[in-house]
C-alpha cells in the first residue's frame, strides 16, 4: 500500500521567500507529526496533529512556521521568509493515533541560498 | 527542554563485530523507540521497550530498557554491512500529548 508521500522531494529557495512543503499520510491515519531533522541530527519535533486540530505545537521555532491540516489528511508546513538556517531536512510522520508506530516519509530537503 | 544523548556518535567496525549503542537522559519516558534511518529516506521503527528492565531481540540485535526508563541500549551481534546506517532513539512522552523526542544519533558503518 502507499506510504507516507512528501512534496517536493527538494526545494532550493532565497532568503526571504516563502515556501509550502506537503505531506501525504497513509490513508485512514489520524494522528499527524512534523519534525526537522539537521544534517547528522536526530529529527525534532514541530507540531503535531490529531485530525483537524494541531494538539501540540510546541516545537515551531518562531511564528514564522505555521502548519496546517484543513480536512485531517493532508498537512502544509509553511514558512515564511525563509533564513538560511532554516535549511534542513522536513519530515512528516503519521499513524492510526497517537499511540500507534509512526511511520515516516521521505522528508523534503529545503535548501535556503 | 528534553534532551536524548546517544553515544557514540560515529562507529565503524569490521563486519562479524559486536557493538553497542547507548541513549541517555535525564527525564523518564513512557516508553522508548529505536529507529534505523538510511540515506534519503525517513526512519524506520524497529522496536519499542515499555517497562523498565525490558529486553527485546529482534535477530541479531536486542535492546533494553533501563530499570528507571530513563536509558537504553542497543546491542548489535555479529554486525553485517547490511546494518549500516544512523539509528536513532526516540522517549515517548504521554503527558497530555503523545510526543517523540529524538535522541542524536549514532551513524554505524560496518565495512565488509
Known amino acids: 500500500g502507499a506510504g507516507v508521500s512528501q512534496t517536493p522531494s527538494n526545494k532550493v529557495t532565497e532568503k526571504g521567500k516563502y515556501v509550502e512543503l506537503r505531506c501525504d499520510p497513509i490513508?485512514?491515519?489520524?494522528?499527524l507529526y512534523w519534525y526537522r531533522q539537521s544534517l547528522g541530527q536526530g529529527p525534532e519535533f514541530l507540531i503535531y496533529?490529531?485530525?483537524?486540530?494541531?494538539?501540540?505545537d510546541s516545537g515551531l521555532p518562531n511564528d514564522r512556521f505555521f502548519a496546517v491540516r484543513p480536512e485531517g489528511s493532508v498537512s502544509t508546513l509553511k514558512i515564511q521568509r525563509t533564513e538560511r538556517g532554516d535549511s534542513a531536512v522536513y519530515l512528516c510522520a503519521s499513524s492510526i493515533d497517537s499511540q500507534e508506530t509512526q511511520y515516516f516519509g521521505p522528508g523534503t530537503r529545503l535548501l535556503v541560498l | 527542554t528534553q534532551l536524548l544523548e546517544q553515544s557514540p556518535q560515529f562507529l565503524s567496525i569490521q563486519e562479524g563485530e559486536n557493538l553497542t549503542v547507548y541513549c541517555n537522559s535525564s527525564?523518564?519516558?513512557?516508553?522508548l523507540q529505536w529507529y534505523r534511518q538510511e540515506p534519503g529516506e525517513g526512519p524506520v521503527l524497529l522496536v519499542t521497550?515499555?517497562?523498565?528492565?525490558e529486553v527485546k531481540k529482534l535477530k541479531r540485535l536486542t535492546f533494553q530498557f533501563g530499570d528507571a526508563r530513563k536509558d537504553s541500549s542497543l546491542h548489535i551481534t555479529a554486525a553485517q554491512p547490511g546494518d549500516t546506517g544512523l539509528y536513532l532513539c526516540a522517549g515517548v512522552y504521554t503527558s497530555g500529548t503523545y510526543k517523540y523526542i529524538f535522541g542524536t544519533g549514532t551513524r554505524l558503518k560496518v565495512l565488509a
Open positions: 490513508s485512514g491515519h489520524t494522528a
Open positions: 496533529f490529531q485530525g483537524t486540530g494541531a494538539a501540540d
Open positions: 527525564s523518564v519516558f513512557s516508553s
Open positions: 521497550v515499555v517497562t523498565g528492565g
